[in-house]
């Protein structure tokens, strides 16, 4: 019966999809935009993230929250906590990242959160020293559409454009490039102001304003909120410029060969991969001359308004698949959805439809996307995909930096473990398979220390924490490999607890970030319970299931789940992993 349904629902996710490719014919659709992730009441407020992947469960209160205006009001904020020995946290007007970074603390109640919303108006471009400088909670959006306007442009930035300037940098948030500075948008920061406790001699707060020669820039570029308040940021702009680009729908079977060659030839080039499809996707993205022609736009499907009936319906395709155990459905999605990107060009636009490669277009208006943001009253019944109002996808997300020749070999790896079951990655590819793109060398000192190559993957995570997943097996031993036998470090933005194991270690200058923050910071007012968690980087508690949210690594069966036969195996191809597989003989 089930098996019926996952197919079922298929064939109507695929009808909904049709509908879907007409109603995108129209000049443009609008949405509900997101949510905001605070609530307040009287007695208090709780903050969540924009995917609902926390917060939810109300586990995040505290009893107040500011919305500074200015600069001045930051300082005054961050004075009367600093009077009051508040822990304090500073939240984006989205809070789009995924581990509970932002959240203040579970306790009664002493701590404060500072939200950037309403601190989103100062952006100012002084086009001699081709430098922008902004106030932090100025949405990405806004600040590269002002630069455009003034002939410029920033050169990174990453693929969503619902971030602010404050939280992109903060997590190292990256785009793809091996060029200049790269993709990674803290590495064109040079200069910022910051504003951290002080004594009471010093009135309890300061701000320090760090320019480029500053080494304590390196510490503050890229921060996970831990130094202080950032107020802003100056970003190194370089003359405007357009973008061509082109996807080459192709196999995969010299990736790993050619990843490198890739990433050096094309400006802005990335690779999506996926591998049950064995199809990869290069991206070749390129600076043009402003006089090139062509007004192109970069609306990615991934981040374009969904009817919410698709949303729903492709949620309920995926866990049907899901309860009925049915890869094969899986499959079938992965196959559509794939066929539907190449039909689309992912969303790239010639202007409002896709006609043909390559695309070309201004630098700010393929760089980075989102148009599920943005609202209109006429239109509530779309969204974006994620919404968690919705009850639409709900997925992990996780991000692995590996040096370039660790690179090869993880893809060598996952190449073998794809062989053994091409249909076990369809799952994966229903997503976006595997991204890949490219960072640069960082002086930031929770940055990368050489070249390096990041790979997103995304996949299904139950509504209950307590639900064993579809070949959880194959994502576990995929993420211990990045992890673990290739020694990858977790995109700080991204990623369940175990990615963290051992992450101090990972990065040489740790030491120095944590003596950075001992200065500024001494009595640990920006830190909490959770961010010291992720940046300790050591198991907690080994609870029963605690494997399947990726809360450990199960050493024993009550790790996973036996009662729906789960039990805790080694890795098929990476022998040294430990995870949960299904193997229904066990069931007793
Ligand atoms: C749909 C989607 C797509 C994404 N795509 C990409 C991508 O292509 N590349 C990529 O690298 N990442 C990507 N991300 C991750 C995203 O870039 C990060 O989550 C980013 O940090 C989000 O910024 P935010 O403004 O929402 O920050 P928040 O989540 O609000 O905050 C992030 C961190 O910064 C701190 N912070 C925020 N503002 C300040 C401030 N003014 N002063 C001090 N600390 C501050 C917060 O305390 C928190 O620790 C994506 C996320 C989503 C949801
Ligand atoms: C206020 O919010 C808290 C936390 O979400 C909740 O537990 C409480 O019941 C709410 N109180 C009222 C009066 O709505
Ligand atoms: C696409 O990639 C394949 C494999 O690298 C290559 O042989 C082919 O020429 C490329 N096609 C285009 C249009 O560039």
Same mark, same amino acid.
């Given at each position: 019966?089930?098996?019926?349904? !996952? ?95 932002? !959240? ?61 300037? +404050? ?149 309920? #395709? ?28 992912? @969303? ?7 006609? @043909? ?69 369809? +799952? ?68 369940? #607890? ?46 029963? @299931? !605690? ?23 080694? +890795? ?7 995870? !949960? ?8």
């Amino acid at each position: 019966m089930a098996h019926i349904i !996952c197919l079922l629902v298929h064939r109507i996710s695929l009808n909904l999809i049709i509908v879907w490719v007409s109603i995108l014919t129209l000049p443009s659709i609008y949405c509900m935009p997101p949510a905001s992730p605070v609530h307040c009441n009287a007695t208090g407020c709780t903050l969540s993230n924009a995917y609902g992947a926390w917060g939810d469960r109300k586990d995040c209160n505290f009893p107040q929250i500011m919305y500074p205006k200015t600069e001045q009001d930051i300082i005054s904020a961050v004075v009367s906590a600093s009077k009051s020995r508040l822990k304090v946290k500073v939240v984006s007007k989205f809070s789009h990242t995924i581990p509970k970074l932002a !959240c203040p603390g579970s306790g009664p109640g002493n701590s404060m959160v500072i939200s950037t919303e309403n601190y989103d108006r100062g952006i100012e471009i002084d086009s001699e020293k081709m430098v922008v400088t902004v106030d932090s909670g100025v949405g990405l959006r806004d600040m590269i559409d002002t630069i455009s306007k003034a002939g410029l442009s920033l050169v990174a930035s990453p693929y969503w454009e619902g971030v602010s300037v +404050g939280g992109m940098i903060s997590t190292g948030a990256h785009g793809s490039s091996w060029w200049g500075k790269g993709g990674a948008v803290h590495d064109h920061v040079v200069g910022m102001s910051l504003v951290v406790p002080g004594t009471k001699q010093e009135g309890y707060a300061k701000v320090m304003r760090l320019n480029g020669q500053d080494l304590v820039l390196n510490a503050a570029k890229l921060s996970l909120g831990l130094l202080g308040v950032i107020s802003k940021v100056t970003f190194a702009l370089e003359t405007g410029f357009k973008r061509s680009i082109t996807y080459n729908f192709t196999d995969d079977n010299a990736i790993e060969e050619a990843f490198v060659e890739h990433g050096k030839k094309h400006e802005f080039g990335d690779i999506t991969w996926y591998p049950s499809r064995h199809t990869a996707v290069y991206r070749y993205d390129d600076r043009v001359s402003l006089s090139a022609s062509g007004d192109g736009v970069n609306d990615f499907i991934g981040f374009q308004s969904n009817l919410i009936l698709i949303s729903k319906s492709d949620r309920a #395709a995926e866990k049907a698949c899901e309860n009925a155990r049915n890869v094969q459905g899986k499959c079938a999605l992965a196959s559509t959805f794939l066929g539907y990107k190449k039909l689309t060009a992912n @969303g790239l636009k010639n202007n409002i439809l896709f006609t @043909g490669y390559p695309v070309i277009g201004h630098q700010h208006k393929m760089q980075t996307s989102g148009s599920c943001l943005y609202s209109s009253p006429a239109r509530i019944d779309v969204s974006c995909a994620w919404d968690p109002r919705i009850h639409g996808l709900f997925f992990y997300e996780t991000t692995a930096i590996f040096t370039i020749p660790n690179f090869k070999s993880f893809l060598l790896d996952v190449k073998k473990l794809r062989d053994l079951q091409p249909q076990n990655f369809c +799952g994966v590819d229903m997503y976006n398979g595997f991204l890949i793109r490219f960072i640069r060398q960082s002086s930031a000192h929770l940055g990368q220390s050489e070249d390096s190559v990041v790979v997103d993957f995304n996949y299904y995570r139950a509504d209950d924490a307590m639900s064993p997943r579809l070949n959880q097996d194959i994502l576990e031993e995929v993420e211990q490999m990045a992890f673990i036998k290739y020694d990858a470090k977790p995109h700080w933005a991204k990623n369940r #607890a175990v990615a963290f194991l051992d992450v101090q270690r990972k990065y040489s200058k740790f030491d120095m970030f944590i003596a950075a923050k001992k200065k500024l910071d001494p009595s640990n007012m920006f830190s909490s319970e959770w961010s010291d968690a992720i940046l300790l980087g050591k198991e907690g508690e080994k609870l029963d @299931g !605690c494997a399947l949210e990726g809360q450990c690594i199960c050493s024993e069966d009550r790790h996973c789940s036996p009662q729906n036969g789960y039990f805790c195996k080694t +890795g098929l191809v990476y022998q040294q992993a430990s995870v !949960c597989r299904y193997s229904p003989s066990f069931v007793t």
